[in-house]
């Protein structure tokens, strides 16, 4: 009914109706907010009104009062929900019996009489309302009642489909069952759909003989049901086929990875690609015999490249791994090579070794270790990085050798310190007063230490000469000179000092003389050149006249320098002034001496 017609033409009286429940069963809803169940339908019927000529008033535009109530699942099994005339009182659902009691509760409650001004409606009104429903009959406002054939026709109709779709769907059911709920061939499901679409057509001419009309009516809606059903099912085929693909593919996965995990790594590239080569083989085949009866070759073809494709990053993994256990090889047998080398080149007694000794267990100790490296690393000897390996092996042989010649070295060293300070203790022993006494002729004296310089040096060379070609030989040679050299000149200067004792009483007549005239002298030259004057004129008597003017002139100067008293002198005289004065008389006496 028009809005229109309801605002202008019709008596309201006779859509006067009794409070409207909307009874909803086998229903549950958890609302927001704590909705109740006549709140959401008000909400729904509200949201949906359509306020516009061509539509039917909304039913809160009717009845007085509209209320909803659910009822939940009467039963929780298949055979009592097929028919629940078979359901006693206790089988029914607690929820549902307390939902039911409560909706008859409610009815009981809200039976109201009809009314018309809020008052019980009478006879004559009610004989009005019913000529208002006599006279739309008479306008053709009610619907025609159809005719009994018409009815039955319609039902055989409806009856016919539903059996002949029914069988549709437990013929195909059969058929399919032969799978094991496993997806068919898009191909084979659509003969057997064809040939049991035929067969459920035969079914419905011989149910519908004789009626043309029905018959075209009923194979047309029949043909739109298993079109849906048909639909329906090989959607769900699909999506079964494309799970199956994925489960399939996924499995073979697993399957080639845990393959892979158990090769024995590490080994030869040669040989691994050939496994590899094999399981990538293995795994194609073995998803082409679960899916290759399922989709046709152009999308097999496609699942064989995405699996490859997946099953070449394990194998790269794979590689990958085997490359660096054959590096681990390689380093291993490096390290057991270097350990060799260490083993052969070992001094356990802890001396120098010579020259010749130590070329000799280095080159044995290389021989081995590469012996050893050569074994260990059989199966890495395809490998890229064999050469580079080798290479590093090498190095870290040389670095060893380096260190064998540092640590030999360090024992000459220790070997070369000893000897040289037995040396000079015997050097010392040998030029002292006991085997040298004092005073004595100088070149006697130097030639009886140069005598046994030599000797302390000859030993040394015939003790330490193997390992002459170390800069500790040569270093240590150079102290025992230094040590000999520097014992010699004690040994000259006690020889001064000796006979220095011998010309005591001289040298104190020309100290006195000194005190009496150095103030004659104001520079530290002058004076310095007196004294020595002086004491040489005194040793020029007696036995000192016959000696060397060298140990003369060494007596004196360690005279002068030993004596106190003469150095204070000789410091009074120092200053700016006498070292300049003192330059000049320098540059006299030379032109003299000349």
Not at 498 to 507: G, N, W
Not at 551 to 577: A, M, P, T, V, Y
Request: glycine letters at 4%.
């Amino acid at each position: 009914m028009s809005k229109a017609k309801w605002m202008d033409d019709f008596n309201h009286d006779l859509l006067s109706f009794p409070p409207l429940i909307w009874v909803v069963q086998d229903f549950v809803q958890q609302t927001d907010d704590g909705e109740t169940s006549q709140e959401w339908l008000h909400r729904l019927m509200t949201t949906h009104t359509r306020d516009n000529d061509d539509y039917d008033i909304s039913l809160l535009s009717i009845f007085k009062h509209v209320d909803c109530h659910t009822l939940f699942l009467p039963a929780t099994t298949k055979h009592l929900l097929s028919d629940l005339s078979r359901a006693k009182e206790e089988d029914l659902t607690l929820d549902y019996r307390r939902e039911r009691d409560s909706l008859i509760q409610k009815l009981r409650v809200g039976l109201v009489p009809k009314e018309k001004n809020e008052r019980p409606i009478t006879g004559p009104e009610l004989a009005g309302l019913l000529q208002i429903l006599v006279d739309a009959a008479n306008d053709g406002s009610l619907s025609q009642i159809p005719s009994r054939w018409a009815v039955f026709s319609q039902q055989l109709e409806d009856t016919a489909t539903e059996d002949c779709l029914a069988f549709y769907e437990a013929e195909l059911n059969a058929q399919l069952q032969r799978y094991a709920g496993e997806p068919v061939n898009a191909e084979l499901l659509q003969g057997l759909h064809e040939a049991v679409k035929e067969k459920a057509e035969k079914l419905l001419e011989h149910l519908l003989l004789g009626l043309k009309d029905t018959m075209v009516t009923a194979a047309e809606a029949l043909s739109r049901e298993i079109f849906t059903k048909y639909h329906f099912l090989h959607e769900m085929n699909e999506k079964r086929i494309k799970l199956k693909l994925t489960e399939s593919q996924h499995r073979v996965e697993l399957e080639t990875e845990e393959t892979l995990g158990s090769l024995p790594l590490a080994m030869r590239s040669s040989e691994l690609q050939v496994l590899l080569s094999r399981v990538v083989e293995d795994a194609v085949v073995k998803l082409t015999s679960v899916v290759g009866q399922l989709i046709a070759d152009d999308m097999l073809q496609t699942q064989i490249k995405l699996l490859q494709s997946s099953v070449k990053k394990l194998r790269d993994s794979v590689t990958l791994k085997n490359s660096k256990a054959l590096e681990e090889v390689m380093s291993a047998a490096a390290s057991n090579a270097v350990e060799k080398f260490k083993q052969g080149t070992y001094n356990k007694e802890h001396q120098p070794r010579s020259q010749s000794m130590i070329t000799r267990l280095i080159s044995n100790g290389r021989a081995d270790a590469v012996k050893v490296y050569v074994e260990e690393s059989e199966l890495a000897e395809e490998e890229a990085s064999y050469e580079a390996y080798t290479a590093l092996l090498m190095h870290r042989i040389e670095e060893e050798e380096k260190l064998v010649h540092k640590q030999n070295e360090e024992l000459v060293k220790r070997v070369a310190k000893s000897k040289v300070e037995d040396l000079l203790e015997r050097f010392r022993a040998k030029t002292d007063s006991s085997h040298l006494p004092l005073p004595r002729n100088d070149s006697d004296l130097v030639s009886r230490m140069s005598e046994e310089a030599e000797k302390c040096e000859q030993s040394y060379v015939e003790m330490l000469g193997d390992f002459s070609i170390y800069q500790t030989y040569t270093d240590h040679l150079k102290q025992l000179k230094t040590g000999m050299l520097a014992t010699c000149q004690r040994r000259k200067q006690e020889n001064v000092e000796a006979y220095t004792h011998e010309v005591e009483v001289p040298l104190k007549m020309a100290k006195q003389v000194i005190y009496i005239s150095a103030g004659k002298y104001s520079t530290e030259f002058s004076v310095y050149q007196f004294m020595r004057d002086v004491c040489l004129i005194n040793l020029n008597e007696g036995k000192p006249e016959q000696w060397p003017a060298s140990l003369k002139h060494d007596i004196i100067k360690h005279f002068i320098q030993s004596d106190d008293e003469l150095q204070k002198i000789i410091q009074s005289r120092q200053g700016l002034w006498s070292t300049v004065v003192g330059f000049f008389q320098w540059l006299v006496s030379l032109f003299r001496r000349a």
